[in-house]
């Protein structure tokens, strides 16, 4: 019988550097919230870690083959690589797997779509990692994003969880034979801050999230923790804050009106619509929307088809009817 996610993925209430806590899970693989140096920091899980390991920059600089220059790059946001902790006879586990975060652009539990998809890259690629190394049994996760990194405590942690169960199951259904046979037991999410009464907090949100996505969890289904409403303003915030510097999305220019509506994506539920008319200036509502509209023109992704009335582009966020 196929276990679900839910005996898989644990809390934990504790510090991730405590040997005796690790030694007590059996954990073989600490994972580092790192910055993409690898170079430490005097904070966070990052700065514990390489505190407790004073030469890991060493065995990091040593197994990655590169030199100790502070400022060099070693590992891309969204990704992770693994090494040895470097103390002998001092060892926390068998492996330290860092990974780089993206730090929170937004407000409230909103921010933009790129930042999510990187957080959600860190747990794939922690778990590609794990897949690497078929000695891992156990492995100690922090909430990836939630310390000097700023996300919300909250949605980090559903982030975390969505993810670690998305991967897992990716990694059964491409690959079950090489699944069944991996030694993999449990992911820890451990939770900790040097307050308690902020770790009791902290434990009892994780709880609630985990208690919320349990049934999920136990059939072994992929989980979003987005709702259809915080996918688009997730998407609205991408636009408003990155296209003009990125130029990801193609531009739609008609003369004329332009009816502007949410509706048009695929996944989504919203009916309202939002006017804006050449000549007229930006409206509030849809510079939230949107973001970058110049003169006649309004930012849609994909691509762009002839119907009777004109042309209509769906994008990934507005759908705009040229009128």
């Known amino acids: ?5 839910d005996h898989v993925i644990v809390v934990i209430k504790g510090d991730i550097t405590d040997k005796k806590l690790l030694n007590k899970l059996r954990v073989d693989a600490i994972v580092n919230a790192a910055n993409p140096t690898l170079m430490g920091s005097d904070q966070g899980v990052d700065g514990a870690i390489h505190a407790k390991l004073p030469k890991l920059k060493k065995r990091i600089c040593k197994e990655l083959g590169t030199d100790r220059l502070a400022n ?3 590992c891309g946001r969204g990704k992770a690589v693994t090494t040895s902790d470097g103390e002998k006879g001092k060892k926390l586990c068998r492996y ?6 993206s730090k929170y652009d937004g407000s409230g539990e909103i921010c933009s779509s790129s930042r999510i998809q990187t957080l959600e890259n860190c747990y794939h690629s922690v778990i590609d990692e794990v897949k690497k190394h078929p000695d891992i049994r156990n492995v100690a996760v922090p909430v990836i994003g ?13 982030i975390a969880v969505c993810s670690i169960n998305n991967a897992l199951l990716e990694w059964r259904q491409k690959d079950p034979e090489l699944f069944e046979k991996a030694k993999l037991e449990r992911v820890y ?6 307050s308690k009464a902020k770790t009791d907090e902290k434990f009892q949100t994780a709880n609630w999230v985990m208690q919320k996505y349990h049934q999920l969890l136990m059939s072994n289904r992929k989980i979003t923790y987005l709702t259809s409403r915080q996918a688009h303003l997730s ?11 990125r130029g990801y999305f193609s531009i739609a220019r008609s003369a004329g009106n332009l009816n502007v509506h ?12 939002f006017i804006w008319r050449k000549g007229l ?23 762009v088809s002839e119907l009777d009335n004109g042309k209509m582009a769906i994008g990934r966020i507005v759908g705009i009817d040229c009128v």
Request: charged letters at 25%.
């Open 146 to 158: 939630a310390g000097d990194y700023g996300f919300p405590f909250k949605l980090a942690m559903e």
């Open 189 to 194: 999410i451990f939770i900790f801050h040097p």
């Open 72 to 74: 060099r790059q070693r």
């Open 262 to 273: 949410s509706d048009a994506v695929s996944s989504g539920n919203v009916s309202e619509r």
């Open 235 to 245: 998407y609205w915030k991408e636009i408003r804050m990155y296209d003009r510097e």
């Open 96 to 101: 330290i797997i860092h990974t780089v975060g």
């Open 281 to 303: 200036g930006k409206t509030p509502e849809f510079c939230g929307m949107a973001g970058c509209v110049q003169d006649s023109a309004a930012i849609c992704e994909s691509d």
């Open 1 to 5: 019988m196929t276990l679900g996610m």
